[in-house]
């Protein structure tokens, strides 16, 4: 049982570069989710998904695009890298998004920018 | 002013202590809470949905003041494995548009 699925798990760019995490789920939910996690700051929210072909922004999404062609993939891109954006990313998934819906997470991606 | 502010401590606790964490969210229509768990450089997980009447698991128990818009989770006789830090998660927005928003977080080190 696979759950959420995060590739790559390490990553490191150069400034400038562009790279799309991908993450995959196999419990067919309809609500997927990309966060960054930083020291101090918690999860934020970059953009979410509330179905396939759907997607919206979260409290941090400049300088990342989302897609989710497939109900089971939400694509997050980076199409031109900063420092700024290194961080440790997550991607979640939730049956729906309310009614005390437990969401899933990967194992998140490590990602440095330098 | 962040939509759901935790203290992020640390709280360090002898094994055995009961302990309590609150957090507190601005937006009024929010419609669902939870506590998950973080261990070190591993993914979040649910360790507890918070109802309104307020619930219990174990030695965990959660509640909910929609008035004062809190929520607490109680932590009782403290293991060593309760080390971990504890995020507050709200969902926001109707059924077809919420979203999970979390908390910074709090750090919990129970010591022998």
């Known amino acids: 049982n696979a759950g959420v699925t995060q590739t790559p798990k390490f990553r490191v760019l150069k400034t400038g570069q562009s790279m799309t995490l991908l993450c995959a789920q196999d419990m067919n939910h309809e609500y997927m989710y990309w966060y960054r996690q930083d020291p101090g700051m918690g999860l934020r929210l970059i953009h979410y998904?509330?179905?396939?072909?759907?997607?919206a922004k979260g409290e941090v999404p400049d300088g990342y695009n989302v897609s989710r062609l497939k109900k089971q993939n939400f694509l997050l891109g980076l199409e031109s890298a900063a420092p700024s954006q290194t961080s440790v990313y997550f991607c979640a998934s939730s049956y729906s998004g309310t009614v005390n819906t437990e969401a899933f997470f990967g194992q998140g991606t490590r990602l440095t920018v330098v | 002013r962040k939509e759901v502010e935790q203290d992020p401590g640390p709280f360090n606790v002898p094994e055995g202590a009961t302990v309590a964490f609150n957090c507190t969210y601005s937006?009024?229509?929010?419609?669902?809470f939870f506590w998950y768990r973080q261990d070190c450089r591993k993914e979040p997980k649910l360790l507890m949905s918070v109802y309104s009447s307020g619930n219990e698991d174990g030695r965990f128990t959660a509640q909910l003041n929609r008035a004062s818009q809190y929520i607490s989770l109680l932590i009782r006789d403290s293991k060593l494995s309760d080390s971990a830090t504890y995020l507050c998660v709200v969902t926001i927005g109707s059924s077809n548009t919420g979203k999970l928003i979390f908390g910074q977080g709090t750090t919990l080190q129970v010591k022998p």
């Open positions: 998904s509330v179905g396939e072909g759907t997607t």
């Open positions: 937006n009024s229509a929010s419609q669902s």
